[in-house]
């Protein structure tokens, strides 16, 4: 377990600064999770954390010591890339053992830690073949197979599990918290996947161009967001964003949007709204947060009837995603797949406005809380 102290790390290639200065502080045993859109530089930042490239500015301290200068292999780092590297001529077994035989692990000790990895990434029965032998999700299992065989400081995870089919892909991301659970042993780990960033992070860094967006729990991150932009990409589907004009009603302030009529809903932080009074601001508003009516909701605080002109409906199963237009953006809404729900039609929904966030429509900052 280490802890990792990235200051103001700054990474250019040629003119282009790829990373304009991050700073994050993981604590040992911390599981930290980067996401971004692509190009933003998340490999960049993961491969001088590793050392496999210099920053152009600032530091990286793991457990206080100052590394940004040292070799990847003084830094006792497991790392699983993007483009996972096997040894093309050494067997499944040899290129998770690998690392170990350089630490000059007992033979007997190395056996039982490969059989140990190979079972938990479903691997045993490829044990004898050559990395050119295996499909794509079997290679990058082998890949990180040879990092868990090891027991290091730190572990950098790249997009592990990409490769992989849905199934494996839930299972392996089970495996992977079950193991952080055990080791404790500090992750940064980036992906793409939403799941993945909001059931194994502590924390989640979102990224975008080079500069840390957000940092906090995923549940931080998911209920107040601090911009547009991390609203948006946290979500699936994205937080709906609805064009809405401050007006004054019963002595509050409150939110004038066009669903099938106008209809006026109310906004938690009244203090936000004061000074955009008779402007428009960008409402966010989670599809969950737009259902069919509940009748156990009537009533409610924050809690607003609407009807709603039906455009497309996605049965999902546990869900059924309904389309609509409010104030001319698109919205989804989640609804249970019971309530009747049919393209063309005028429906009836529940607006709960409890947990939904305010953005300055020309900044796309928060503006509430
Ligand atoms: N050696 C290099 N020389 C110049 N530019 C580079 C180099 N390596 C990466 N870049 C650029 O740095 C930026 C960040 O790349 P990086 O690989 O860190 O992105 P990423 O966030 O990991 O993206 P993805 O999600 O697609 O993996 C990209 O615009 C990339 O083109
Ligand atoms: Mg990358």
Redesign the pocket.
């Known amino acids: 377990m280490a802890n990792l102290v990235i200051e103001n790390v700054k990474k250019r290639?040629g003119q282009?600064e790829?990373l304009k200065g991050i700073n994050i502080s993981i604590e040992a045993g911390e599981f930290l999770i980067l996401v971004?859109?692509?190009?933003?530089?998340?490999?960049?930042?993961m491969n001088s954390i590793a050392g496999l490239e210099d920053v152009s500015e600032g530091r990286i301290l793991i457990d206080n010591n100052d590394v940004t200068y040292s070799s990847p292999k003084d830094r006792d780092i497991a790392m699983v890339f993007?483009s996972y590297a096997l040894y093309p001529n050494m067997t499944v077994a040899q290129n998770i053992s690998f690392g170990l035989e350089m630490r000059k692990v007992p033979k007997d000790e190395r056996e039982a830690e490969v059989q140990r990895v190979a079972d938990m990434l479903q691997i045993g029965h490829l044990l004898k073949r050559k990395p050119a032998q295996l499909s794509g999700g079997q290679r990058q299992r082998v890949a990180m197979g040879r990092a868990l065989a090891r027991r290091p400081k730190m572990y950098l995870f790249d997009?592990p599990l990409s490769n992989l089919d849905a199934k494996l892909r839930v299972e392996m991301r089970t495996e992977i918290k079950k193991l952080h659970q055990k080791l404790g042993t500090t992750i940064v780990y980036?992906t793409?996947d939403q799941i993945e960033a909001m059931t194994l992070a502590d924390r989640i860094a979102v990224?975008k161009d080079g500069e840390v967006q957000q940092l906090g729990t995923p549940q931080e991150i998911y209920d107040n967001p601090t911009n547009l932009f991390v609203a948006g990409f946290m979500g699936s589907p994205a937080m709906n964003f609805v064009p809405a004009k401050v007006v004054e009603q019963n002595g509050a302030f409150a939110l004038e949007l066009q669903a099938s009529k106008p209809t006026v809903v109310p906004f938690p932080d009244q203090e936000s709204l004061k000074p955009y009074l008779g402007k428009e601001i960008l409402l966010g508003l989670r599809p969950e947060m737009i259902t069919e009516p509940q009748p156990h909701k009537e009533g409610a605080e924050f809690v607003v009837t609407a009807d709603i002109d039906v455009e497309v409906t996605e049965p999902m199963g546990a869900d059924t995603m309904v389309l609509t237009r409010i104030s001319e953006a698109e919205v989804n809404c989640r609804c249970n797949p019971v309530y009747p729900t049919k393209a063309g039609e005028t429906i009836a929904m529940m607006l709960d406005t409890s947990k939904a966030v305010a953005f300055d429509k020309d900044t796309g900052e928060r503006i509430d809380r």
């Not at 971004?36 to 930042?45: N, R, Y």
């Open positions: 290639y282009t790829i971004g859109p692509s190009g933003c530089g998340k490999s960049t930042l993007q997009e980036v793409h990224m």
